[in-house]
């Protein structure tokens, strides 16, 4: 497996699984174990978690695993995010979803998420939205803490604008190590609005969410033409299927993007895996851009 060298001495896995539906699957904490010792002999280490996951559950739940065997804690990177607070029994009394990105809060969330976790460290904390009410000092401070404490050892930003990634570096001491944004060839906006560039300015890797457009790929009408392309080039690389081929057009763009999987399933997991193996010409790349616009380059 590709490992990518992160700033601030880190490093993930070229995949990342993700567990925001980790409370769908009705595993067993054996069972949840079995599935994490298999993404970790596929060589994906690094585990993306929110506090908000399952309604407050994903983090527990996986903590529950790792608690059967806490020696693979060693062998993994864990990323969660915060900022966000729903309505319900964990916020019983709000009035609707919000976020909240003040220190106490960002605090109290990470001493929640390490103990749900069952572990003493994160490896990388996200802020989870952009908060339109943040106080960059504030999070600044929050942020110091955490890593002066050891119980964050890196930060970065989820779904943030280059203004609102630039607004809160520019506060920190230390670098940011990541931005996590929803990239696929069914959402191609954070390729055209700045986002990915100034990553790949600051020599910073990102992370795509829903590269498969949450499944919606597989079935929606608006993507047949796409789904015809990708159909053409898994024959081409004879593929186990169409997901493999948006995996690698993710990997094939310089700026190091790092596809979350987001399956319980371990043979979809390895359509992600196997997308490594899969290199694309400059041109292919450009078909399947075509096919998810509808048009040509102008």
Request: aromatic letters at 8%.
């Amino acid at each position: 497996m590709q490992r990518v060298e992160l700033k601030e001495s880190v490093s993930y896995s070229r995949i990342i699984h993700g567990m925001w539906r980790l409370g769908d699957w009705n595993l067993t904490p054996q069972e949840t174990l079995a599935f994490i010792e298999s993404c970790l002999e596929k060589g994906i280490t690094t585990f993306d978690h929110a506090d908000i996951y399952g309604g407050y559950t994903c983090e527990g739940l996986f903590g529950n695993a790792l608690e059967l065997k806490p020696s693979l804690r060693d062998q993994m990177e864990i990323v969660t995010k915060t900022g966000i607070k729903l309505t319900g029994d964990f916020n019983k009394g709000q009035k609707l979803n919000h976020y909240d990105t003040t220190k106490d809060h960002i605090i109290s969330q990470v001493e929640r998420s390490l103990q749900e976790l069952k572990t003493d460290y994160i490896d990388t904390l996200l802020i989870h939205r952009p908060d339109p009410l943040m106080n960059p000092d504030e999070v600044a401070e929050a942020f110091t803490s955490l890593k002066e404490s050891g119980k964050v050892k890196t930060f970065g930003v989820s779904n943030h604008l280059p203004s609102q990634q630039r607004l809160l570096q520019s506060r920190l001491p230390f670098s940011l190590v990541t931005n996590q944004l929803e990239l696929s060839p069914m959402e191609l906006k954070h390729f055209e609005d700045g986002s990915v560039d100034l990553c790949y300015e600051n020599n910073m890797p990102l992370m795509a969410w829903s590269p498969l457009a949450g499944g919606r790929l597989f079935s929606e009408d608006r993507y047949a033409d796409l789904r015809s392309k990708l159909a053409e080039l898994q024959e081409k690389y004879e593929t186990s299927g169409i997901d493999v081929i948006v995996y690698a057009w993710l990997l094939k763009h310089p700026a190091t993007i790092m596809p979350i999987v987001g399956s319980g399933k371990i043979d979809r997991v390895q359509a992600a895996v196997d997308a490594l193996d899969v290199a694309l010409t400059r041109e292919e790349w450009f078909e399947v851009l075509k096919a998810a616009r509808g048009r040509d380059v102008d």
